[in-house]
């Protein structure tokens, strides 16, 4: 109906507009028009002169033909696409002892740190070092040995920068890494401190860093070092560089000065640092320091530069708070508080306006549907005393010249925001001792989210385990529910989707239930495969010969369960009164992980339909008092209430309930390891037992709308462990009627 509704305008419309346009663009004469219909029938197949035209595949040339000069390859990409590592340092290490220290202050900064030291001076300590290369000198010529093994090595040719050093220097790297990063390394440069009586040459005492292409030229031109006579090894390398390159050292390059700072023969600079670095400002902005006799001296120096460092960037971090709060004034909503966080968030809509609660210090008021105030106790005491504590530290920090006196606090609220954290606004109240005037201040704080982590070990899960449905029927009671259960499952697996899944469902029968109930099920399983012969799913039904405690019931059915299908498999623990849907099993399947996870659904508890206003009939109103007359007279028959309105998700048909573990969906191999508590106590569900899991094995608690509990009166044991019974009357009190259903019931409108 609705389609030839909107269809009659549009057609109507399509021909209205075919008028129009055959009424103003008429065309001139009829003539010239051809009719479609004309060309359709002289249609020519011309399919019967085709020539197939296949062209011959060209030839491949033979494999032994040699076309032009082969490519070769590089092994990396990183080495074909040119991209080097940032910096090595060349340490020459006479004595070793250095070296190691060396390593340790400058290796995590760099990208790699190689100690080049003579092998005859070997000592175990730097024979440890990683990257060490030995070279036999003969006690001649040292630097040509030097700079053979680098070209033996090709380390000439990954890296941007090089530092030549001796290891009696101490080097900077925080300034070493911002210099290298404001220079390019493609000019041939070579930089140092000058040697003021040979022009020309770097003092090697104060580290020489060159660019990559003046280290490639000295690689290659080493040879004119070898006939050169110098009055020391460390002379003849200055000489060597500069002989080689033909590159003038120079002090600064690209604004990046090369600072130096020159320690005297006789001073220790671990006992004369302090007065350096107070007496001088040039000590703090050096690169290197040298020379430096012992690892008490570079250990040091090291320490002073982090210091250093630390400064710099508390200082930066101060400047950059600054800004943004003279920024903040220029944004619509101001500055976020504390600098830096995200701003509160803004409520989407009038429906999820953010919730305050407000506390005082013995109460707190929540948001929950059935209970408004609680006493302040637990975490949230904690929470807020620490609050309080700290508000008033900064009340009195502020205040410090006048004599206060803290009375109490007024109150406060909180409010929690998953991406920011929790803020509170707290109200003190205090009393001047001198002029006994009361004044009160408010003090807003927050608790920012800071660290968070990503759990980095979760292992992977697919959809398609096998799972084993588990129903309890410990009463005869219970029978009726668990059959209405199984023809839902049944309806279930009539849906045509493919289903490689394998599924299995379980109902263990206890011994209290009578035969004749035993074979009704019996026969509704048989039903059951019948028609789910397609997706492969298994019923069967066990009996479980038990005399124990009906809460106890559910642990003996998985133990059987278990028994029979090998503690490797998945296990979904349902309620006999339990409806679900497909996506249950999904997302059980999901949510179940061995070794790891147990899924403990949360499940939508159907209200008493009688008190709800379920058996109502069309028409019928729910606060009229005939109704409720009615549903009082019914309220004291003990047959079953009937409901005549679907379940459904909403607030008027029940209610999901946090203290409810009736439903648990387990690996059986975990639940072995939890089975030794059940013994210990009585306890109502085999779900409390997973409240404190053992270590490594998290509980996964969810909103389930495919999982829906039907109403039954519930039974709580009063043998149970103390805990448990309190959460079973809770959870039974609560779970009857909604507070306003309830009322309708008992007050009488006039
Ligand atoms: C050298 O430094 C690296 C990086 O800090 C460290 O892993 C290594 O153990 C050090 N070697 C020695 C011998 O201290
Ligand atoms: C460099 O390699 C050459 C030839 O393989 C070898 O003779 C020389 O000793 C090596 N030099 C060093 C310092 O390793
Ligand atoms: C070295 O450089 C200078 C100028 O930079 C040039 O005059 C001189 O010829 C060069 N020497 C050699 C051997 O290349
Ligand atoms: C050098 O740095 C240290 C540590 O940051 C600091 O205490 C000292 O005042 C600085 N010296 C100068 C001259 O700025």
């Not at 507009?17 to 010239?32: H, R, W, Y």
């Not at 249609?43 to 035209?53: C, G, K, Y």
């Not at 001076?121 to 024979?127: C, I, K, N, Q």
């Not at 109704?627 to 004291?636: D, I, P």
Request: net charge negative.
């Amino acid at each position: 109906m609705s389609g030839a509704r909107t269809g009659l305008p549009l057609l109507g419309g399509l021909l209205l507009g075919v008028l129009i346009n055959f009424l103003l663009f008429a065309p001139p004469d009829e003539s010239t028009i051809a009719c479609p219909a004309a060309s359709i029938a002289e249609f020519v197949d011309s399919a019967e002169h085709w020539v197939v035209n296949q062209e011959k595949t060209p030839q491949s040339p033979p494999a032994d033909a040699k076309q032009g000069p082969q490519v070769v390859r590089a092994r990396f990409a990183a080495t074909e696409l040119g991209i080097r590592e940032r910096i090595l340092v060349l340490v020459w290490a006479e004595t070793g002892r250095l070296a190691v220290a060396l390593n340790g202050t400058l290796a995590k900064h760099v990208s790699r740190v190689v100690a080049l030291a003579d092998s005859a001076r070997l000592d175990v300590e730097t024979s440890l070092l990683p990257s060490l290369i030995p070279f036999k000198s003969n006690s001649l010529h040292a630097h040509t040995h030097i700079l053979n093994a680098v070209f033996n090595y090709t380390l000439q040719e990954n890296y941007d920068w090089f530092l030549i050093m001796k290891e009696s220097t101490y080097i900077n790297p925080f300034l070493l890494q911002e210099m290298i990063n404001k220079m390019s390394w493609s000019e041939k440069v070579i930089l140092g401190v000058p040697d003021s009586s040979n022009v020309g040459r770097c003092i090697l005492e104060a580290g020489i860093l060159l660019s990559n292409p003046t280290m490639q030229m000295l690689i290659q031109q080493r040879h004119v070092c070898n006939n050169m006579l110098a009055a020391s090894d460390e002379q003849g390398m200055e000489m060597c560089i500069y002989a080689a390159t033909n590159v003038s050292c120079r002090g600064e390059h690209q604004g990046q000065e090369y600072r130096y700072w020159h320690v005297s023969g006789t001073d220790a600079p671990h006992e004369e640092l302090q007065r350096w670095a107070m007496e001088s400002p040039s000590l703090n902005s050096s690169l290197s320091v040298g020379s430096i006799l012992s690892t008490a001296d570079s250990s040091a120096l090291h320490d002073h530069f982090i210091r250093v460092e630390v400064d710099k960037v508390e200082a930066e971090i101060s400047q950059l708070e600054e800004e943004i709060e003279g920024m903040g004034e220029d944004l619509p909503d101001g500055p976020s508080w504390p600098v830096g966080t995200k701003p509160y968030a803004h409520a989407p809509n009038r429906y999820q306006v953010p919730v305050w609660e407000y506390f005082t210090s013995t109460e707190i008021f929540k948001n929950e549907p059935n209970q408004n105030v609680r006493a302040l106790e637990g975490s949230d005491k904690e929470d807020i005393d620490e609050i309080i504590e700290e508000a008033r530290r900064r009340v009195e920090e502020e205040e410090g010249k006048r004599s206060l006196e803290f009375v109490r606090i007024s109150g406060g609220y909180r409010q929690w925001d998953a991406a920011r954290g929790m803020d509170y606004m707290v109200d003190l109240v205090y009393r001047d001792v001198d002029t006994e005037e009361i004044l009160e201040r408010r003090v807003h704080l927050a608790r920012i989210i800071e660290r968070t982590t990503l759990v980095n070990t979760v292992p992977y899960v697919k959809e398609d385990a096998d799972l084993t449905i588990v129903v309890p029927i410990a009463e005869e009671v219970e029978v009726l529910p668990a059959r209405r259960l199984l023809a839902r499952q049944a309806r279930l697996c009539t849906s045509p989707a493919e289903e490689n899944r394998h599924t299995r469902v379980v109902v263990a029968v206890s011994s209290r239930v009578e035969t004749k109930s035993v074979v009704f099920i019996q026969n509704d399983l048989e039903e059951l495969k019948k028609r789910c012969k397609r997706s492969s799913l298994e019923a069967s039904l066990l009996s479980v010969s038990s005399d124990t405690a009906t809460s106890l019931h559910a642990a003996e059915a998985l133990d059987e369960a278990i028994d029979h299908f090998g503690p490797q498999s998945m296990f979904l623990l349902l309620s006999p009164y339990a409806d679900i849907q497909k996506e249950l099993l999904d997302r059980a399947r999901i949510n179940t992980i061995k070794k790891f996870q147990v899924f403990l659904p949360i499940p939508f508890i159907e209200y008493h339909p009688t008190i709800a206003g379920m058996d109502l009939k069309d028409g019928e109103k729910p606060d009229d008092e005939s109704t409720r007359q009615r549903a009082l007279g019914t309220l004291k028959d003990p047959a079953p209430p009937q409901r005549t309105k679907g379940l459904m998700v909403q607030k008027e048909h029940g209610r999901f309930d946090p203290l409810d573990f009736s439903v648990v969906c387990i690996y059986g191999s975990d639940y072995m390891e939890v089975r030794p508590r059940l013994m210990r106590g009585k306890r109502v569900d085999v779900g409390s037992a997973f409240l404190n899991m053992p270590p490594g094995i998290h509980v996964l608690r969810a909103i389930e709308p495919a999982l829906r509990l039907r109403y039954h009166r519930r039974e709580c044991d009063p043998d149970l462990e103390e805990e448990d019974l309190l959460r079973c009357t809770q959870s039974r009190r609560e779970n009857l009627a909604a507070k306003d259903q309830l009322a309708r019931l008992v007050f009488n409108k006039e």
